[in-house]
């Protein structure tokens, strides 16, 4: 088991948009073991491959009973609205209120390059599309506005060491 270390804001592998896969080779079976490993750690439910410093486009998921990986995810279809308090462990110690689609379905492939196909509701909706940010380079906190946005960057400029 490899648990590996996250990546965190000011980090520049978290703002550069994640490459497609095409190789599809041991390295990659071990980058996805290790994703899958790291996102297990309690109090995880998403976990992008630039959060442990890979640029590819890779993400896993452990949501109540729903536990897996997407390869070159596309976030197909979305529906709804949910309001719901979102967090980042890449941003440790914040998080705020987020507006996001209450349904969400991504497609991508697995380390066979068959289909993968995965949907949900509430917290998994979240985290789908939670983690389809990521690996385009962005985070939660990019889409806050007013008191939420103002908030959420003084409490990080709080936990800046120095």
């Given at each position: 088991m490899t648990v590996r270390p996250l990546r965190y804001l000011g980090d520049p592998v978290l703002r550069t948009p994640c490459d497609l896969v095409t190789r599809f080779?041991?390295?990659?079976?071990?980058?996805?073991?290790?994703?899958?490993?790291?996102?297990?750690?309690?109090?995880?439910?998403?976990?992008?491959?630039?959060?442990?410093?890979?640029?590819?486009?890779?993400?896993?998921?452990?949501?109540?009973?729903?536990?897996?990986?997407?390869?070159?995810?596309?976030?197909?279809?979305t529906s709804g609205e949910q309001d719901g308090y979102e967090g980042c462990l890449s941003l440790?110690?914040?998080?705020?209120?987020?507006?996001?689609?209450?349904?969400?379905?991504?497609?991508?492939?697995?380390?066979?390059?068959?289909?993968?196909?995965?949907?949900?509701?509430?917290?998994?909706?979240?985290?789908?599309?939670?983690?389809?940010d990521h690996l385009r380079g962005e985070l939660y906190i990019d889409k806050l506005t007013g008191a939420e946005r103002t908030a959420v960057l003084r409490a990080l400029r709080a936990n800046v060491p120095g």
């Open positions: 080779d041991d390295s990659l079976r071990r980058l996805v073991t290790d994703l899958l490993d790291t996102v297990q750690e309690p109090g995880r439910a998403g976990l992008a491959a630039n959060q442990i410093g890979s640029s590819l486009a890779v993400f896993a998921y452990d949501v109540d009973d729903a536990f897996g990986y997407v390869i070159n995810p596309v976030l197909a279809r440790p110690g914040v998080g705020a209120d987020r507006p996001r689609a209450a349904y969400a379905m991504v497609t991508g492939v697995d380390t066979n390059q068959q289909p993968v196909t995965v949907a949900g509701t509430g917290e998994l909706a979240r985290c789908l599309q939670h983690e389809t």
